[in-house]
C-alpha cells in the first residue's frame, strides 16, 4: 500500500472514518505548495499524495473541521497547522508539520513519508506513513465505541503465539515493521502503543463472547496484564485482607505496566450476566478490583498516615486524599529503584517513604496537588516527565537536564514528593526543599515532612 492508497483499507475502517472523523471541505494544492514555498519549507510529492487522499476520503464525510481530517484528538493538515517544519534531534533532519494533536503536540513527516509525533520535547516515530496510523487510530476508536474488554500484557515477545492460539490475522493497512496489530471479527491484537509503537507491551480488545478466550490463551502461554478501567469512578475503601490464591478457574496473573501489584484477572466461574474480574493484592492486602463489563470498581485506598492527629485524618477524607500501596514499596525495592537513577538513599528518605509514601491528592491524570515518596515519582513514567520537563528550564538547579540526579549548590538531591506546579526534593542532611516551576525558585523549608503535610492540608482546605 502507498501513502495515497487510502482506498486499500478494509471497507469497515474506511466507512467508520467518514463517519466519525471531521473533514475540511476546501483543499487546495496550491495553497498548499505556495504555504510551504513562503515559508522555505520543501513541499514533496509524498506530502502532497497524502493530502489529496485525506481531501477524497473527506467526500464521503458528514461532519465539517478546518483540518483536512480530525479524529479524536488528531488533526491531520498541513496549511490549518501553519505549514512549518521541525529539525529532528540527532541527525538533523527536518519533517514538516502535517498535524497537531488536540492536547498539545505536533505530527510531522520526513522526506520519506514516514510520520513522527512530538509531546513535551522528544520526536518518535510513530508509522512509516500516515495511512498506516490512521488506520490504528480508527481500529483503537471501533474498539472504545464497542466498550470492549481491553488488556495489556506485558511480554511483547510473545504476541505471536498469542496471535496464533486466538486465530486472529494480520491487518496490513495498520501494520508495518514498528508495530503490528491483528484481527478477527471484533477481536483485536496489537503490539506497542498508539502513540509508542516500540513499547514492551501488548493489547488485546474483546467482546463479552471472546473474553474466556482471551484469559484461556493469556494463562495457557503464561502471559501477565492488566485490564484499562472505564470512566465509571471507583468506589473508595480502607485496606482488607485477602485470602490466598484466585477462587476462578480460568485466570492469568495481574501486574501493571507502573507500579506495584499481585493478584489475577479472571473470568468469573458462574457468574451471569458472565464477567472477567480484576483483583490487585499487596503485602497480603486487597488493593483494588474491578469488575468487566458493568465496570464496577473499588480502590481500597482510603487515606490513613500513622501519627496524624484526628482532625488531620478528617481533612485528608475531605479533600479527597488516597494512600495506594501500588504506588509505594519496601525499602529493599526503594534503594534497587534509587540506585538504578543514580541517587543517593538516606535513612530519611526511607522513613519517609515508609511513612507517607503513597499518598497523594489526585489532581489530573498523571499529576497530583501534594504527593509523597520517591517511588510515585520515579516509577510512573507519567509524572516523571512533568518533573524532568521542568528541572531541565530550571536555571536554578545544577544538571536540571540529568534529573532526577539534580543538584541544589552542589549537593546532590532526591525527589520525594510533588506540590501544585512543583517538586519537593530532600537533601543528604533530611531537609527539604521545594522547587517552584514558574518561579524557577527553590525554597528551604524548615519543617519535616510530617509538619509539611499538616500546613499544605489547613492550606488546601481554605482553599
Known sequence: MTIGDLEEFPPSILSWIQRHAKFSRSWDELLLRRSLEERGVPCSELLVTWERALHALGEGG???????????????????????QATLPGDGRTVVIVGRFVGGGALGMDERGRLFSIRGDMWILLAEHPAIYLARLALAGMAEEDQRLHVVLLEREKIEPLAERLGVVGIAAASDELQRFWQSGALLLYEGDLDAPSASAVHALARLSDAKR?????????????????PQAPTIAPLVREPDGCPHSSWFRYRPRFGRGDGWVAWVDGSDPAAVEEVCTIDGYRISEMEWPSGRAVEHVAPWVEGLPGEDKARLLRLGFRRDLRRTCHVEELDALLARHGLPSTPMVRTLELRLGGLRCPLREGAASLSFGAFQLLAFEREAQDHALWAKDSTTLDNGTEWPRVRFHGAPLVPVGSDVEATIYMNSEGALLRHDWILDDVDMLDETPMDYLHRRLLSLESA
Open 62 to 84: 458528514s461532519q465539517s473541521s478546518p483540518y483536512l481530517l480530525e479524529l479524536a484528538d488528531t488533526c491531520f493538515g498541513t496549511v490549518a497547522t501553519g505549514a512549518a
Open 214 to 230: 482471551v484469559i484461556d490463551a493469556c494463562c495457557a502461554l503464561g502471559l501477565s496484564g492488566a485490564l484499562v478501567h472505564g
